[in-house]
């Protein structure tokens, strides 16, 4: 199964690529790795892990040892995007000492991440609009439709 890749830059600009390397499985989150593990075009890169998501959509945390699925206590902060069942929809601030628990992956890449944030923490040789020129393109304006008349 190929790995959507996330190539961010520094001022903001992400490169989707796909991947079919191997050599990604076994690594862990926060790890530098060589953008020639990844393909040639990237060679000279340098890339840092920064995240990952596994094929159901559970993130992994990099506190988490392994690859399997665990529930963990989490507490303000990281995955904490919800308040307690009872608050329902009304806005509320998050109660002090609020915890949650959550299932995430471990923090090791395996064959069931389907998708993987990097960070260029160095750049290598070719411009990565010359590796890219397809995402390159600005974004073509829509055809404003007319309303119909009734």
Same mark, same amino acid.
Do not use: C
């Given at each position: 199964?190929?790995? /959507? =890749? *996330?190539?961010?830059?520094? *001022?903001?600009?992400?490169?989707?690529?796909?991947? +079919?390397?191997?050599?990604? +499985?076994?690594?862990?989150?926060?790890?530098?790795? /060589?953008?020639?593990?990844?393909?040639?075009? =990237?060679?000279?890169?340098?890339?840092?892990?920064?995240?990952?998501?596994?094929?159901?959509?559970? #993130?992994?945390? /990099?506190?988490?040892?392994?690859?399997? @699925?665990? %529930?963990?206590?989490?507490? /303000?902060?990281?995955?904490? $995007?919800?308040? #307690? %069942?009872?608050?329902? !929809?009304? !806005? %509320?601030y998050t109660p002090k000492g609020l915890r949650l628990r959550k299932t +995430? %992956?471990?923090?090791?890449?395996?064959?069931?991440?389907? &998708?993987? *944030? @990097?960070?260029?923490?160095?750049?290598? $040789?070719?411009?990565?609009?010359?590796?890219? #020129?397809? &995402? *390159?393109? #600005?974004k073509e304006a829509k055809p404003v439709e007319a309303a119909p008349v009734?």
């Amino acid at each position: 199964m190929p790995f /959507k =890749l *996330n190539l961010a830059e520094k *001022n903001g600009k992400t490169w989707k690529v796909e991947s +079919v390397s191997e050599t990604l +499985v076994g690594k862990h989150v926060g790890e530098n790795i /060589k953008g020639s593990d990844i393909s040639a075009d =990237l060679d000279g890169y340098e890339l840092t892990i920064a995240g990952a998501s596994d094929i159901a959509g559970f #993130p992994h945390k /990099k506190d988490v040892e392994g690859t399997e @699925l665990k %529930r963990v206590l989490l507490t /303000k902060g990281w995955g904490m $995007h919800k308040r #307690p %069942r009872r608050e329902g !929809k009304k !806005k %509320r601030y998050t109660p002090k000492g609020l915890r949650l628990r959550k299932t +995430v %992956r471990g923090s090791r890449l395996s064959e069931k991440t389907s &998708q993987i *944030n @990097l960070v260029i923490t160095k750049h290598g $040789h070719k411009k990565l609009t010359e590796i890219f #020129p397809e &995402q *390159n393109k #600005p974004k073509e304006a829509k055809p404003v439709e007319a309303a119909p008349v009734a």
